[in-house]
């Protein structure tokens, strides 16, 4: 599946378009904040700050259509603060080496070793050990937060009981012992798959293991 980018920022999107040509990234050109539509694609909103005013009913109203991760671009250290204050999770600072912000994309996204995993709708902070959806914190036992981060860690791929069992229990256990893997998953479920959720994040293959959806 690719990963889509959101522009916003003709300049900067101009830009992303020709250096990440070969990236498994799709770059969306948005002239303006009034363009961002929700897509269950879109992992990462970047923005230019020239172009997006850095007051907080501009991003109260980004956050409201779309709840993904944002990193701005920025002219001064004083924009820097401002846009993290206003709840950006990554800033770059004008000039900046395209290299340098593709791979600060990449850590947003999950792409490299970062403190943070993104999942869809779910954001996971390895740091804090915190797990937010949509904007919102969900309160998981240790069990389960290690158990989410092991999926979203290999997402895409089946992991069987018995590799859940020794990387997240941390323990040889027998065949029996696929039980507390249900269980645990059954819980997770409830809380990241509620009524709410349009979506099912965790997928069970029966008589193997489990896969997380991208």
């Given amino acids: 599946m690719v990963t889509k980018i959101l522009v916003i920022g003709e300049e900067l999107k101009d830009q992303l378009t020709q250096y990440m040509v070969v990236e498994r990234v799709e770059v ?11 897509d269950k ?8 700050a020239s172009v997006v005013p850095l007051v907080s009913e501009t991003f109260q109203r980004l956050r409201e259509q779309v709840k993904v991760p944002l990193l701005a671009v920025v002219s001064t250290y004083e924009e820097a603060k401002l846009a993290l204050e206003l709840g950006c999770e990554e800033i770059v600072v004008k ?15 999950g792409l490299v070793g970062s403190v943070r995993l993104v999942v869809g ?11 937010r959806m949509g904007g919102e914190e969900i309160h998981l036992t240790r069990l389960e937060f290690d158990l989410l981060v092991y999926l979203a860690k290999n997402a895409g791929r089946v992991v069987g009981y018995d590799e859940l ?21 059954k819980r997770l479920r409830k809380k990241i798959e509620d009524k709410t959720c349009k979506r099912r ?9 489990y896969r997380i959806e991208l």
């Fill in 28 to 38: 969306a050109k948005l002239e303006s904040i009034g363009g961002v539509q929700f």
């Fill in 41 to 48: 694609e879109v992992g990462v909103i970047i923005l230019d």
């Fill in 95 to 109: 000039p900046f080496n395209l290299e340098e912000l593709k791979l600060r994309v990449h850590k947003v996204l």
């Fill in 121 to 131: 709708d779910i954001v996971i902070d390895l740091y804090s050990r915190q797990v």
């Fill in 165 to 185: 069992l020794e990387k997240v229990w941390g323990y040889n256990y027998d065949e029996g012992n696929y039980d507390l893997v249900k269980t645990c998953i």
């Fill in 201 to 209: 994040y965790i997928v069970a293959v029966r008589g193997v293991g």
